[in-house]
């Protein structure tokens, strides 16, 4: 019987991984069916198939349609590293599509198996779990649905994981990450040498820490004075529609500005539509540049000036943390950076003189 001291579910993944690693369950054998199981330890199907989703989205045990639950080959367990997961968030989004494909590429190139994992909040708790107990080597993006017991175990087994686009290196925790610095200078020192002084700033107000990190080195090279825009987007949500809002209330208020970053595209495109929404004109009116350099700013109208991160360097760069950890497992690499590079497009230009057109005050 299922002891109640836990959830139910968490009981009988506990009973299966019990007998996956003492041998009673043998690999390419099927295991009990999902109404013989739920009998044997007292509890209702659900909490079975519950139970097998994440030893199945984990790649330990495989369902065979018509023929039942099968314990895979390796039994889940990487052995040489074979097996890489990249854990993404359930959120549809182009930068996780983009992520995906280059992880499968690049895992290509290096012989290995890439497992796409779109995760919400509560899964990922049990997916980090699973991934420790099997010894799967695991690529995190970012950690906005990883929990505080959840981050310590990664912690804890930190030879097992990358983070990938957030600092947890602190926690000890390996962890890639693009070199914020540089790139917000990158894109304020472009604005700068096009004669824009008023230069705002438009991000998800999440809390994040990379996003912390942005906002304070555009406070530092903007002198302070220029508008700061928060989209107060809801975790999980898609940015455009509250970029949109937040942007037009902007231009409502009269708020005085030239140019505008947005911390990654989906901002961006809210921004666009609420410029044009609001007849203000990009960029002869309005300079708009981004951080993300997604499909959609290489086609927006017009293109968007970007700041690419270099996804494919955080990709190589996590799978190589993985390979050399995987080596020292007691003193595990915990930090790299990576340099993102500036790609201008037609969303930004020069502020026409005062003798033609004022532009600080082009949103009044």
Known sequence: MVKNSQPKFQSVY??????????????????????KLAEKLNV???????????????????????????????????????????????????????????????????????????????????????????????????????????????????????????RLDQLGIPSVIGDDHHGIRLLTGRLHSLGHRR???????????????????WRSVTGGGSPELRADVPPGAHPAAYAFQAVGRAVARGERFSALITLNDELAQGALAAFSENGVRVPEQMSLIS????????????????????LAEHIRQGFELLARNRLHSGAPELLRLVAPALVIRKSDSAVPSVTTQPRETTVS
Not at 199 to 216: F, K
Not at 293 to 305: A, E, I, K, N
Request: hydrophobic share 40%.
């Open 44 to 166: 209702n199907v659900a909490t079975v198939r519950r139970a097998f989703r994440d030893l199945i989205t984990s790649g330990v045990v495989e369902k065979r349609i018509g023929d039942g639950t099968y314990l895979t080959r390796g039994g889940g367990i990487a052995n040489g590293a074979e097996y890489v997961n990249i854990v993404l968030s359930n959120y549809q989004g182009d930068t996780q599509d983009e992520i995906a494909e280059l992880a499968l590429e690049e895992g290509a190139r290096r012989n290995l198996r890439c497992r796409i994992v779109r995760l919400g909040s509560e899964e990922r708790a049990m997916f980090v779990r699973t991934a420790i107990r099997f010894r799967q080597p695991t690529m995190v993006l970012g950690d906005d649905l990883l929990t505080a017991a959840t981050i310590r175990d990664i912690a804890g087994n930190a030879w097992l994981f990358a983070v990938l686009a957030n």
């Open 291 to 310: 951080i993300g350099d997604s499909l959609f700013s290489r086609y927006s109208v017009p293109p968007l000036t970007a700041l690419n991160p270099n």
């Open 199 to 217: 230069i705002a700033l438009l991000h998800n107000n999440s809390g994040h820490p990379i996003e912390n990190i942005q906002i304070a080195v």
């Open 14 to 35: 506990d009973y299966l991984v019990r007998g996956i690693e003492s041998g009673f369950y043998r690999p390419e054998t099927r295991l009990p069916s999902e109404r």
